[in-house]
């Protein structure tokens, strides 16, 4: 009796431990979410300093801490590329147009900082312009970086402009959006910038010094 007794009783704390260790992923993991939310937050709350705009302060609210919409575009030689294709890289991803002044002001400001952000890759995408409208804009701002210019091109494997646009909600640009090497949109922004608030987006957005 006293051998089963204690078989018992050791039964039950292993039981108890084992109930005991099973709950702790689901307190990791709820500390991890809290974590996640609470640098959403702040981020958000920077944002909010920088951009008064109301628009541009939703946008971030929309898409902060998401996966970043998956799409495929053409380059100016008609090649296929996917965003998908840049998993594991950090990518700045650049909404922009032909027609819009600021587009043009900010880009030789983008082709500077991008080439001293190596790490960095500048994807500019051009949703409803086709080659011949991109490459003048290319030419007007002495373009001589080496970013992938992506534009809209008909081809059968391309997402179309509508749902690209529908995807990322583009209302404005020039829109940036900072993704990080899992694909998840870590910070966003709307409108003219300079490279020192670049610099400040970059440390926002993947917390480097």
Known sequence: MKIKTITAIILCFAALAGCKHQDQPANIAKQHATNQQDQRSQKIAALTDMQQNQAAQ???RTFLGKKAPSFS??????????????????VLLEFAST?????????????????????????QVFPIEP??????????THDESQHLVLMMSGHPDATSPDRLIEQYQIDYVPTFLFIDESGKIQMTYIGNVDEATLDHLNRLAFQEK
């Open 58 to 60: 939703q946008y971030a």
């Open 73 to 90: 575009f053409a380059d100016q030689n008609g090649n296929i590329h996917s965003l998908q294709s840049f998993k594991g890289k950090k």
């Open 99 to 123: 027609a819009c002044p600021t587009c043009q002001h900010v880009h030789p400001v983008l082709s500077r900082w991008t080439k001293k952000q190596k790490q960095i890759h500048w994807i």
């Open 131 to 140: 080659k011949a409208s991109v490459e003048r804009f290319l030419k007007r």
